[in-house]
């Protein structure tokens, strides 16, 4: 299998501290052509640039999630006191960094009891800095649809939610908006109907693959830590879905993660066309992936 584009995952995580080299190495060979490699929050923006700056096929997003408010050892909380403003604004110049690719992950989550006025308003704030870079966005939505979407109706931010939870009616609107939808392993998991629902409901040009590594390994590895390879897994599934094989999946929505993302070799961005307009990748750079110059 080949074709693998890992639209979400954190190979930031201590999890990946004894073998991240050798599995950066590897990950090429099990056929990952690219991963968007996500921040939560600026203590661990410096690395996620470097992993973007060691490996060609690795992007960089960065933002602070929403969790960092109330995680002690994030630098949210453990150097800036709460002040996500400051930390915000001091993170600034570092999206001036040419493998910066997306805003993320950022968002807003209702599971974990995070200050709800707080987070809304350090959601809005990315998703208006988005805005002004002109940056898709990496977005979490855990339990927040209400107030998520009405967000997303105001900004119109391009980019993706990552491991979609919503219904199959709101993917319909999210998608005529622009959004790309994100699954991972948990799509592979008994009981997911929701998520299948959405899948058979949408156009394939709006679905991307991620792991959100070292989390949410697929069946049948489930428990494990996660990687990129694991996708094949997710592809494997959704094709039964769209009755293609899986390798047509990896195709689909790699070309799919490169419309999304904007990520291209040469970094310009295409003028908006009629048929495509939320393509934000050069055209010269689809047309050379497509031939596997990229790979």
């Known amino acids: 299998m080949n074709n693998i584009f890992d639209t979400h995952a954190h190979y930031s995580s201590r ?10 190495t590897a990950l090429p060979a099990g056929g990952v052509v690219g991963v968007l490699e996500c921040a939560t929050h600026s203590g661990d923006a410096a690395q996620v640039l470097e992993l973007a700056h060691a ?31 400051a930390e915000l604004a001091a993170m600034r110049p570092l999206f001036a960094d040419k493998a910066v690719a997306a805003v993320g992950e950022i968002g807003l989550d209702h599971h974990w009891p995070v200050p709800r006025q707080e987070q809304y308003d350090l ?6 800095l988005a805005k002004e870079l002109d940056l898709p966005v990496s977005v ?15 900004y119109k931010p391009r980019g993706a939610l990552h491991c979609y939870s919503g219904s199959a009616d709101d993917a319909a609107c999210l998608v005529e908006q622009g959004m790309y939808l ?7 998991y008994k009981g997911a109907k929701r998520a299948a629902r959405v899948l058979a409901a949408i156009p394939h ?35 039964t879905l769209w009755d293609m094989d899986a390798q047509a999946v990896l195709d ?3 070309a799919d993660s490169i419309s999304a993302r904007g990520v291209c070799r040469c970094r310009k961005r295409a003028r908006a066309s009629i048929a495509r307009p939320y393509m934000t990748t050069c055209r010269v750079c689809i047309n050379k992936f497509f031939r596997s110059d990229l790979l």
């Open 182 to 188: 994100g699954f991972g392993g948990a799509v592979t």
């Open 140 to 154: 979490h939505d855990r339990e927040a649809h209400a107030e998520m979407y009405e967000l997303l109706r105001k």
């Open 55 to 85: 490996a060609p096929y690795f992007h960089a997003a960065l933002g602070i999630h929403p969790e960092s408010l109330i995680e002690e050892d994030a630098a949210t909380v453990a150097f800036y006191h709460g002040d996500w403003r």
């Open 205 to 239: 040009d709006r679905a991307l693959l991620e792991t959100d590594c070292p989390y949410m390994a697929p069946e049948p590895v489930r428990g494990t830590r996660n990687d990129s390879r694991n996708i094949v897994h997710v592809a494997a599934y959704i094709g």
């Open 252 to 254: 689909q929505t790699a």
């Open 123 to 128: 959601f809005e704030a990315q998703l208006q």
């Open 15 to 24: 999890q990946f501290d004894a073998d991240r080299a050798e599995l950066l």
